[in-house]
């Protein structure tokens, strides 16, 4: 069994910051990519920033030089660091982790739980 669970949202004013987690745990066997999706109301959801076993990382154009993804890899987690919190519109940022499970044979996709991100005054 593995979860991922996210933390770290919430409101903050523009121009600031907010750092976002997501950790995973439970019968791990190995990383392959994690990735922040974001879903505002009405829209559909899309991605933020990806990193990859080899650490590569990617970015949404609107979040580039903005937004930095990192992972710990001891402790399976993966952070989002939003700086310059600015234009952002509220949406529930979401953690996506591709992983490898012990006793299965394919690689799994887990979803976090979602949490909401506001930019307001």
């Known amino acids: 069994q593995v979860q991922v669970v996210e933390s770290g949202g919430g409101l903050v004013q523009p121009g600031g910051s907010l750092r976002l987690s997501c950790a995973a745990s439970?019968?791990?066997?190995?990383?392959?990519?994690m990735a922040w999706y974001r879903q505002a109301p009405g829209k559909q959801r899309e991605v933020v920033a990806g990193?990859?076993?080899?650490?590569?990382?990617n970015y949404a154009d609107p979040v580039k030089d903005r937004f930095t993804i990192s992972i710990d890899n001891a402790k399976n987690t993966v952070y989002l660091q939003m700086n310059s919190l600015k234009h952002e519109v509220p949406a529930i940022y979401y953690c996506?982790?591709?992983?490898?499970?012990?006793?299965?044979?394919?690689?799994?996709?887990?979803w976090g739980q979602g949490n909401q991100v506001t930019v307001s005054s």
């Open positions: 996506h982790a591709d992983l490898g499970v012990h006793d299965v044979v394919s690689r799994v996709g887990y």
């Open positions: 439970g019968s791990i066997s190995r990383f392959y990519a």
């Open positions: 990193i990859f076993s080899d650490g590569t990382t």
